[in-house]
């Protein structure tokens, strides 16, 4: 039997499907293109962080509908977690029962009936056990050790969509990794919801004591974190990050906003004195560190000065990259419910303005390393061009017949509108 898969969204949802169609494959189905039409199972992996999300979401349901109408469409993820009752769908799940996916659609095929499971995930204490040992097409591989969040942020839905805080077991973490390492991946990421939480639900162990585990694993070449709140990057952490070369030298810090009054109607934990001075210790440390961000304007009563104040800040820290979002309007979020919330035309003036900078601020950083070699894991893309991915996340393109996932060193010789050209040394 033929199935496909889409994911939309983080890469907690790249990772579980990866996790989805591995399963499939060990249970006899073959893995098609979505698109080809030649599927009779369509899985859609949903994505609801913003309203647009939302609509991608429905919008692949639909495609997979068309493609084939006889098939079996199984939809999942944070967008059905919450709109359950609007997905017109033959097995309709939320952020739970991924990993009985196979046995779900064994269950339809039998008794020809629609199923829809979804659960109160803030009452959920069990993380859902996920384990991959190959990734298709991925020369980095992610490793999922923890789902939920706690924090609501008060534009954000996750927290209803992903539930409390769960993570995995420190010992099955390691165990996984080691396996990654063991099949040839060089470098591993640690992915979760709300990663610098992890383990705060389970006893005697936290993000540091798993890094320090993590690096001393035997043939691991580079460990990166996908992102980590400023107020989590510990004194200890920052200890690992000194000591052990292991961990790359990129953090991706969510800031959200520039403007402190902004951040107390947001709900985040922490000022911009203090946010500005965490980065420039972890700085101190690393003088080629990388720090990307996410940002959010047009956030309700954010006023023009408000606006201003973040454009400031952003200057002062010095930003890799800004990955710079609209603000979203979530239901049952405060922030959906505050006044003053801002028109979408001025809001995609203050996106324009904060691309530019973002890309300005690529172009300096990535101009520093000329004439420098660095070493790191090549990658050869679909279309037979080779990039090595430095420890700082810098993408170096090279003209050289490097195999794929190998250990390279490259000189950086040229940057030509935010496209880095380097060769192998």
Do not use: W
Not at 6 to 14: D, K, P, W
Not at 159 to 181: A, C, F, W
Not at 203 to 210: D, M, Q
């Amino acid at each position: 039997m033929k199935a496909c898969i889409y994911s939309l969204g983080c890469r907690v949802n790249i990772y579980e499907s990866e996790y989805v169609e591995a399963l499939l494959k060990s249970n006899g189905f073959e893995i098609v293109d979505f698109n080809s039409g030649d599927a009779s199972i369509y899985i859609i992996n949903t994505c609801s962080v913003t309203n647009e999300a939302d609509r991608k979401s429905r919008q692949i349901i639909n495609r997979a509908k068309r493609n084939n109408p006889d098939a079996i469409v199984v939809v999942m993820g944070c967008y059905s977690q919450v709109n359950s009752d609007k997905i017109d769908a033959d097995i309709v799940i939320g952020n739970r029962d991924k990993s009985k996916i196979v046995e779900l659609i064994n269950e339809t095929i039998e008794n020809r009936n629609k199923i829809k499971k979804i659960y109160n995930l803030r009452d959920e204490a069990i993380f859902e056990d996920m384990s991959i040992s190959k990734f298709d097409n991925h020369t980095r591989a992610f490793v999922k050790i923890q789902d939920g969040c706690n924090a609501f942020c008060s534009y954000c839905i996750i927290p209803y969509t992903r539930g409390r805080i769960r993570s995995k077991k420190e010992d099955d973490v390691v165990k996984e990794v080691t396996n990654l390492v063991n099949n040839g991946y060089k470098e591993i990421v640690l992915t979760g919801i709300h990663t610098g939480k992890y383990g705060m639900d389970l006893e005697n162990t936290n993000l540091e004591k798993l890094l320090r585990r993590l690096v001393k694993i035997k043939g691991l070449y580079r460990l990166r974190l996908s992102s980590i709140e400023i107020n989590e990057v510990t004194d200890g952490i920052l200890d690992i990050l000194k000591d052990n070369k292991v961990i790359s030298s990129h953090f991706h810090i969510p800031i959200q906003s520039g403007c402190d009054k902004i951040l107390k109607s947001m709900n985040r934990c922490y000022d911009i004195d203090y946010f500005i001075n965490r980065i420039n210790k972890i700085k101190s440390i690393r003088s080629d560190m990388s720090i990307t961000t996410d940002l959010i304007v047009g956030f309700p009563g954010e006023s023009d000065e408000d606006f201003n104040i973040t454009l400031n800040t952003l200057d002062k820290i010095g930003f890799t990259k800004i990955h710079v979002f609209p603000y979203s309007k979530r239901d049952n979020t405060k922030a959906s419910k505050m006044p003053n919330q801002i028109d979408n035309s001025i809001k995609k003036k203050r996106v324009r303005v904060v691309l530019d900078k973002s890309l300005e601020y690529e172009n300096t950083y990535y101009k520093k390393f000329i004439g420098t070699i660095m070493d790191g894991v090549s990658e050869v893309r679909g279309d037979g061009k080779v990039v090595v991915h430095t420890s700082n996340f810098i993408p170096v393109n090279v003209a050289s017949d490097v195999l794929n996932n190998v250990i390279v060193k490259v000189k950086i010789v040229r940057v030509d509108n935010n496209l880095i050209y380097g060769e192998v040394v």
